[in-house]
């Protein structure tokens, strides 16, 4: 990482509110120990007791289809060459039920662009209409910022308001990680291949 990262426990006399953090954070990750992401960030305990109660809820307090919730993340890993996002979420895309075929192919896919784009042959009989739908927002979400009508109303349609707001916020927290950890190159991935996880 571009800095050191943050003590993996807190010093023995620091304030009760930072062992606090660090609490927070443990039982979040539980059974898990903390990430580099989590030691990159404890450099500020606010900031790391925020970052750790925001995607707390966006992991784990919406209504979202896990395996449509980690193509997302994926998809952004991939837009922002954030190897550390991809290698931590392509295995639970799997998990949540996206198809082998289908995180493939997020990997590998062209851009979704302003005015749209036809889908490949690949993209027709692998896709389905919620991966698809999916795949248009994140992209334009990412890339442009806007969404258009078009591709917001094709995900609203599947998701429902509550769906498609949860989505939104989705994506736009793991741009804002993805950022992060590319910038500060935290595990130190930059420049290292986002390949397919094992079976």
Not at 57 to 82: D, F, H, Q, W, Y
Not at 139 to 168: A, I, P, W, Y
Request: hydrophobic content about 40%; charged content about 25%; glycine content about 6%.
């Amino acid at each position: 990482m571009r800095i050191p990262y943050a003590p993996k426990e807190p010093a023995a006399d620091a304030p009760e509110s930072t062992k606090a953090v660090y609490e927070r954070i443990t039982e979040r990750r539980k059974p898990r120990p903390l990430l580099p992401l989590d030691l990159a960030l404890l450099h500020n305990t606010a900031i790391a007791d925020g970052w750790n109660s925001l995607l707390g809820a966006v992991r784990s307090k919406t209504s979202l289809n896990p395996g449509l919730m980690e193509m997302a993340v994926c998809r952004i890993a991939v837009l922002n060459k954030a190897t550390f996002e991809w290698n931590a979420h392509s295995p639970l895309a799997l998990k949540g039920g996206l198809p082998r075929a289908s995180l493939d192919l997020v990997r590998t896919a062209a851009v979704f662009p302003v005015g749209g784009r036809e889908k490949t042959k690949e993209e027709q009989e692998t896709f389905s209409e919620e991966e698809w739908a999916v795949l248009c927002y994140t992209d334009q979400s990412t890339k442009n910022v806007e969404v258009e009508d078009h591709v917001f109303d094709g995900l609203r349609k599947l998701l429902g308001d509550t769906g498609v707001m949860e989505m939104t916020a989705t994506v736009a927290t793991y741009n804002m990680v993805s950022r992060f950890l590319v910038a500060m190159n935290v595990g130190e991935k930059n420049g290292t291949e986002i390949v397919m996880p094992e079976q």
